[in-house]
């Protein structure tokens, strides 16, 4: 196994191959533009040896802002469409009215993770002056990216933004979105004709199912004949869901940049109250005392989705449990639904309770374990003082990166044979985060 400084060495390495000069690629064929959290994630990494390529990853991401403060999810530069779809001339942005006119984005945003990477750069940088510039900077927008959130996305103003594609969530082929979306009969929908490239380009079984992208498609084509208007799109939509790892993504932000605001002369109110809000939400709407999770709620249906995701465990991140509740989520966590059994152990952590019939082991959303999301669990269980369970969270991820190198996911059973390492090799935020856990300290 290579030792500390080579894998440092390769995870620089795989940032400087998937570096356009501009911004960096998730990984080089699958993901060929910039993604929104990923960006995020990434510049946590760069922050430890390139203040320049940190700046610059965000700098970039932020260009793609629109007018209302909608943070899309991807910033294209180039067409590439023959490596990815949906590209630029699917989406056709250009309709809308809010979106930036010298470049092409997606229509739709992911997880705010940019409030809390700006605080993490500041904390790891060490010209704090130029780190404050970099936070001046950025302020305005992320600002206007939150006053988006809560007003076009929490219309009732409930404190809980909601997304209305799976996309949106990050975690893009959950079974935390089967329900709502089989309730759409996609054989009386006319869909746009598309061919999907994800499939030719990564290993089909890895990747999310063609029901999945006939959906995909049809949320788009909605949104697209709307132009993609924010009332249109409220009333139209039949995907609003109020997810527990977005407003825990949300929640940090609001933290980290109220911590932030006093450093450059803003007031930290806005950001507070937000916070507040948000907190109580959760704790009121989302969280379910019997298994001791956190679940998300389909606003079309009215009803709490009961399926028992990593998502669940991002509200620790976040600090919105109380002791009591993050006791309870430990328990869960330390169990056989994610853990394992002892014949049967389980590195942390599953993205699906072990014990669910939808498991798929290799696919994606559905089972493997993703860096980031072990990265963000790590933070949460040391927040609460659980560094026993934190420390088998890192060193857990970290031998899986070891053994198999910077895949985009992992097979979560220990004694699992064949495919471990799974999706995309020399993945970025594999590589930034692994590089922020040996650079960052303990
Ligand atoms: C993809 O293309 O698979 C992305 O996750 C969607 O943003």
Redesign the pocket.
């Known amino acids: 196994m290579p030792e500390k400084n080579a894998l440092i060495s390769q995870a620089k390495a795989v940032l400087a191959k998937n570096w356009t000069g501009e911004f960096t690629k998730p990984t080089a064929n699958?993901?060929p533009h910039q993604?929104n959290w990923d960006a995020g994630f990434i510049a946590i990494g760069y922050a430890h040896y390139d203040m320049d390529r940190a700046e610059a990853e965000l700098r970039a991401l932020f260009r793609g802002q629109w007018r209302n403060g909608m943070l899309p999810?991807?910033i294209f530069r180039e067409e590439r469409s023959a490596q990815?779809f949906p590209g630029a001339s699917f989406w056709r942005t250009h309709l809308a009215v809010e979106a930036p006119a010298d470049l092409r984005t997606?229509g739709i945003t992911?997880p705010p993770v940019q409030g809390f990477a700006l605080w993490h750069i500041y904390q790891t940088a060490t010209d704090k002056d130029r780190a404050l510039n970099l936070v001046k900077e950025l302020y305005p927008k992320i600002l206007r990216m939150h006053q988006y959130l809560y007003a076009f996305r929490d219309p009732e103003q409930e404190g809980l933004a909601c997304i209305r594609h799976p996309?949106e969530s990050g975690t893009?082929n959950s079974p935390t979105w089967d329900g709502p979306m089989a309730r759409t009969d996609l054989s009386r929908v006319q869909l746009p004709a598309y061919e999907r490239a994800?499939n030719k380009i990564g290993q089909a079984e890895h990747?999310?199912t063609q029901r999945d992208y006939d959906y995909y498609v049809y949320l788009l084509d909605i949104y697209r004949r709307y132009n993609y208007n924010e009332v249109s799109i409220h009333a139209h939509c039949p995907f609003r869901i109020q997810d527990p790892l977005f407003n825990s993504m949300l929640q940090r932000s609001n933290e980290c940049m109220a911590e932030l605001a006093p450093l450059i002369g803003e007031s930290p109110m806005v950001w507070q109250d937000w916070a507040i809000h948000t907190r109580e939400a959760m704790n009121h709407k989302l969280w379910d005392a019997e298994r001791g999770t956190y679940n998300a709620f389909d606003l079309v249906a009215g009803e709490v989705i009961r399926i028992e995701t990593s998502s669940g465990f991002m509200p620790l991140f976040a600090g919105i449990p109380s002791e009591a509740q993050a006791q309870k989520m430990i328990y869960r966590l330390s169990g056989p639904a994610f853990s394992g059994t002892t014949e049967n152990p389980a590195y942390l952590c599953p993205t699906l309770n072990l014990q669910d019939p939808r498991l798929d082991f290799r696919k994606y959303w559905r089972g493997p374990i993703w860096i980031n999301m072990n990265w963000l669990l790590w933070h949460g269980l040391r927040r609460y003082g659980y560094d026993t369970l934190a420390r088998r969270v890192k060193e857990e991820a970290m031998s899986l990166i070891r053994q198999h190198g910077f895949f985009e996911y992992f097979h979560p059973l220990k004694k699992a044979e064949g495919e471990i390492a799974l999706g995309a090799a020399d993945f970025s935020w594999s590589a930034a985060l692994y590089i922020d856990w040996e650079l960052g300290g303990d």
Do not use: A, E, G
């Open positions: 699958l993901y993604w999810h991807i990815y997606s992911q996309w893009d994800d990747r999310p």
